[in-house]
């Protein structure tokens, strides 16, 4: 599976943006899709999960502000964000994982999302 980020940006606080990630190499139905984002010198962190039947999660610093969504007819995942604040500044990564014997990770390869105060 090959994962493309694309839609990150420069935003003024309380704009918005939507991130979208596009897969090949394999149909984005029978995985599990998230959002991860890092900052320099900080772990990578979960900001939101969609599982492939279209159950949600999120983290509490982005509830009621970020939407992700799936388009598997597209083979695209989603981010809506909203709201933005300046500490949602990181680039952000997809991800899609399967278990079967084992989990499976892919990764796409991040875009920046800064938003200025």
């Known amino acids: 599976v090959q994962l493309q980020a694309c839609g990150g940006g420069l935003v003024q606080a309380g704009g918005s943006l939507r991130l979208s990630c596009a897969a090949s190499g394999s149909a984005l139905s029978r995985y599990i899709m998230g959002w991860y984002r890092q900052v320099p010198g900080k772990q990578r962190e979960l900001v939101a999960i969609?599982?492939?039947?279209?159950?949600?999660n999120s983290a509490d610093s982005v509830k009621g502000r970020f939407t992700i969504s799936r388009d598997n007819a597209k083979n695209t995942v989603y981010l809506q964000m909203n709201s933005l604040k300046p500490e949602d500044t990181a680039v952000y990564y997809c991800?899609?994982?399967?278990?079967?014997?084992?989990?499976?990770?892919?990764w796409g390869q991040g875009t920046q999302v800064t938003v200025s105060s």
């Open positions: 991800n899609a994982f399967i278990v079967t014997t084992r989990r499976y990770d892919y």
């Open positions: 969609i599982s492939s039947g279209g159950s949600t």
